[in-house]
């Protein structure tokens, strides 16, 4: 199993972004995916995930600001990313766990004026 991830850059505080996890290699629809990001000198942290029946989770400093999606067909995750903040500013790696966890690369999201 391989995940690409793509969509970071660099973004005005209260602008927006789309990440995209394109997984190749393994079969998409039994897999859990997630986002995690990890910002300069804290450790790595659960941002949202969404099941295979598609239900969703969030960590709270997120709810309502960002979104996460699947596409089966696709066989890609998003996470839209809305009114965002400085500290939002993380690299941010995507992750799947079947038939064992997996993980993108990091790919780096600044908030910055």
């Known amino acids: 199993v391989q995940l690409q991830a793509s969509g970071g850059g660099l973004v005005q505080p209260g602008g927006s972004l789309r990440l995209s996890c394109k997984f190749s290699g393994g079969i998409f629809n039994f897999n859990t995916m997630a986002w995690y990001r990890q910002a300069p000198g804290n450790q790595r942290e659960l941002v949202a995930s969404?099941?295979?029946?598609?239900?969703?989770t969030y960590a709270d400093p997120v709810k309502g600001r960002f979104t996460i999606s699947r596409n089966n067909a696709r066989r890609t995750a998003y996470l839209q990313m809305t009114n965002l903040k400085p500290e939002d500013t993380a690299v941010y790696y995507c992750?799947?766990?079947?038939?064992?966890?997996?993980w993108g690369q990091g790919i780096l999201v600044t908030v910055s004026s």
């Open positions: 992750k799947g766990n079947y038939p064992k966890h997996v």
């Open positions: 969404i099941a295979t029946t598609s239900t969703t």
